[in-house]
T-cell receptor
Framework: AQSVSQHNHHVILSEAASLELGCNYS??????LFWYVQYPGQHLQLLLK??????LVKGIKGFEAEFIKSKFSFNLRKPSVQWSDTAEYFC?????????????FGQGTTLQVKP | DTEVTQTPKHLVMGMTNKKSLKCEQH?????MYWYKQKAKKPPELMFV???????INESVPSRFSPECPNSSLLNLHLHALQPEDSALYLC?????????????FGNGTRLTVT
C-alpha cells in the first residue's frame, strides 16, 4: 500500500535559518509527489509537485524539493525561512497509482519560525 | 484566496439534526473531493466524484451522504452525526481524477457536533 512518512513533527527555527523537512514514501507505481502547506486559518495550498523530469522541483515562495529515487525521499528545502513561513507542511502521495486526487498525506510537520 | 468556495465556514449541529455542507468551483474541474481533517492530523479522503459520478467512497458511515448535482457543485448531507464527527471538512477539486493535476482545496467547514 502507498504510504508516506514525515520524520520531523515540530520544527522551530529562527528567521534566516535554512530549512529541510524530511519526507519518505512507499509507492508502487509511477511516482507523483506533493508538498502542501496550511497556514494558520487558511486553506491547504500546493507548494510544489513532482510528476516526472528534473528531480529538483521549485515551488512557490522560494521552496524546493528534491526527488531521490534511491532513497525514496522527497525532502522540502528553503535556504532562508521567514516568520511568514510558520505553518503546517504535508507531504503527500497518490493512494492509488496514477490517482492524484486520492492523496495519502503524511502526519505533517509544524514549522514555527521565530522573528 | 482559494477558488473553491465552501459554505458555511462554521456549523454547530446536534446529533438529531440534518444539515448540508456546500462546495462550489468554477475552474472547469471534473473531479471533486471531500476530505475530513481532525485537529493536528492530516486530511483523510472521504469521497471522490469524477464527472459527477461517485468514484470512491472510503467506507464512510451512511450518516454522511455526498451529492454532486453538477460539475461545479458538491454537497455533503449530514444526519444523525456523533460528537466524534466534529472536524474540519475540506472540499477539493482537480482537472481529473487520473490526470496529473493537483488538488485545489477550499477553506473548509469547521463542524461541531453537540
Amino acid at each position: 500500500a502507498q504510504s508516506v512518512s514525515q520524520h520531523n513533527h515540530h520544527v522551530i527555527l529562527s528567521e534566516a535559518a535554512s530549512l529541510e523537512l524530511g519526507c519518505n514514501y512507499s509507492y508502487g507505481g509511477t511516482v507523483n509527489l506533493f508538498w502542501y502547506v496550511q497556514y494558520p486559518g487558511q486553506h491547504l495550498q500546493l507548494l510544489l509537485k513532482y510528476f516526472s523530469g528534473d528531480p529538483l522541483v521549485k515551488g512557490i515562495k522560494g521552496f524546493e524539493a528534491e526527488f531521490i529515487k534511491s532513497k525514496f525521499s522527497f525532502n522540502l528545502r528553503k535556504p532562508s525561512v521567514q516568520w511568514s513561513d510558520t505553518a503546517e507542511y504535508f507531504c503527500a502521495v497518490p493512494g492509488l497509482p496514477g490517482n492524484t486526487g486520492k492523496l495519502i498525506f503524511g502526519q505533517g510537520t509544524t514549522l514555527q519560525v521565530k522573528p | 484566496d482559494t477558488e473553491v468556495t465552501q459554505t458555511p465556514k462554521h456549523l454547530v449541529m446536534g446529533m438529531t439534526n440534518k444539515k448540508s455542507l456546500k462546495c462550489e468551483q468554477h475552474m472547469g474541474h471534473r473531479a471533486m473531493y471531500w476530505y475530513k481533517q481532525k485537529a493536528k492530523k492530516p486530511p483523510e479522503l472521504m469521497f471522490v466524484y469524477s464527472y459527477e459520478k461517485l468514484s470512491i467512497n472510503e467506507s464512510v458511515p451512511s450518516r454522511f451522504s455526498p451529492e454532486c448535482p453538477n460539475s461545479s457543485l458538491l454537497n455533503l448531507h449530514l444526519h444523525a452525526l456523533q460528537p466524534e464527527d466534529s472536524a474540519l471538512y475540506l472540499c477539493a477539486s482537480s482537472r481529473g481524477e487520473f490526470i496529473d493535476s493537483p488538488l485545489h482545496f477550499g477553506n473548509g467547514t469547521r463542524l461541531t457536533v453537540t
